[in-house]
């Protein structure tokens, strides 16, 4: 599957949805025209975000923000995966949709706008031995070619395969790595949200499963009992995906049906700004850079 640029760049979107209008001709020759993003006094007061639990955690403290200088505005956030947020979006379901994976090309009917970058690790129990993986032994791990952490340097213990729901960014991306089916994967059991696969692999020290690096590095600096392990000899870490030596990296989009107006697009326009940078940073996700 060929992967897209997201539309538009950063720089044509803060152009398009800054507080002037966009002209009559976007990125995609579409003709969209996205209307003049009035004060939020006078627009709709209600937002709905949908998606990824992994950009939900970034996006929490911006709405708290936004709404503390527009507390007429409400907004609520509901997770169930980045394949939620991209339907959601396209069918009027939901204002905005939150999503962490690529955008692509069979997505041309949305628009994405990137807030920050992450990674999809590969998250062990703390106590797990192990401490990285080549490429070769993560597909037999997960293909169940390789059952036994004996097999590559751990105990002798059993591997046990925690698998993302279907359509989770991790696992979307995951699957796009190392050339995957969803069905390839085989797995001693299936969790949704982020907290819920930490919690499987804190009770199970011999499990695995894919995590956002992010989300791991922080319970972990919080006494989580949790570890990621490197991929081929690369760490995942925020310094690795800031530099992009780390493979597994993604963006985190917000996606909207065709170019975002009124209060969309200015709530879109304030998470792309610089008022959340340090929001970004202290959260511990790497700015989003073309």
């Given at each position: 599957m060929?992967?897209?640029?997201?539309?538009?760049?950063?720089?044509?979107?803060?152009a398009c949805i800054s507080l002037a209008s966009c002209d009559d001709h976007s990125t995609d020759n579409r003709n969209d025209k996205a209307a003049t993003v009035p004060a939020a006094a006078v627009m709709a007061n209600h937002l709905k975000l949908t998606g990824a639990s992994t950009?939900?955690?970034?996006?929490?403290?911006?709405?708290?923000r936004y709404q503390a200088l527009h507390p007429e505005v409400s907004i609520t956030i509901e997770m169930g995966g980045a394949e939620r947020g991209v339907n959601d979006a396209r069918n009027n379901m939901a204002n905005i949709g939150m999503v962490s994976r690529l955008i692509t090309d069979k997505d041309q009917d949305i628009k994405g706008f990137p807030v920050a970058r992450d990674g999809a690790g590969l998250l062990v129990h703390k106590d797990n031995p192990?401490?990285?993986?080549?490429?070769?032994?993560?597909v037999a791990i997960f293909t169940g070619r390789i059952v036994n952490w004996k097999t590559v340097g751990g105990r002798d213990a059993p591997i046990i395969v925690i698998k993302r729901e279907e359509g989770r960014g991790t696992v979307v991306l995951f699957m796009h790595y190392f050339k995957l089916t969803y069905a390839d994967i085989k797995a001693r059991a299936v969790l949704g949200e982020n907290s819920a696969v930490i919690a499987a692999v804190v009770a199970?020290?011999?499990?695995?499963?894919l995590m956002s690096v992010i989300v791991a590095e922080q319970d972990s600096r919080n006494g989580v009992p949790i570890k990621l392990i490197a991929l081929d000899g690369?760490?995942?870490?925020?310094?690795?995906?800031?530099?992009?030596?780390?493979?597994?990296?993604?963006?985190?989009?917000?996606?909207?049906?065709?170019l975002p107006e009124g209060l969309s697009k200015n709530f879109i326009a304030y998470s792309l700004s610089p008022q959340v940078a340090d929001i970004v940073e202290k959260l511990g996700f790497v700015p989003y850079q073309e």
């Open positions: 060929r992967y897209s640029r997201i539309q538009p760049t950063l720089a044509a979107l803060l950009t939900a955690a970034l996006m929490k403290p911006i709405v708290e192990v401490t990285s993986l080549s490429s070769a032994q993560i199970q020290p011999n499990a695995i499963s690369i760490a995942a870490t925020h310094g690795n995906i800031l530099s992009g030596d780390y493979p597994l990296a993604r963006p985190l989009t917000l996606v909207t049906r065709g």
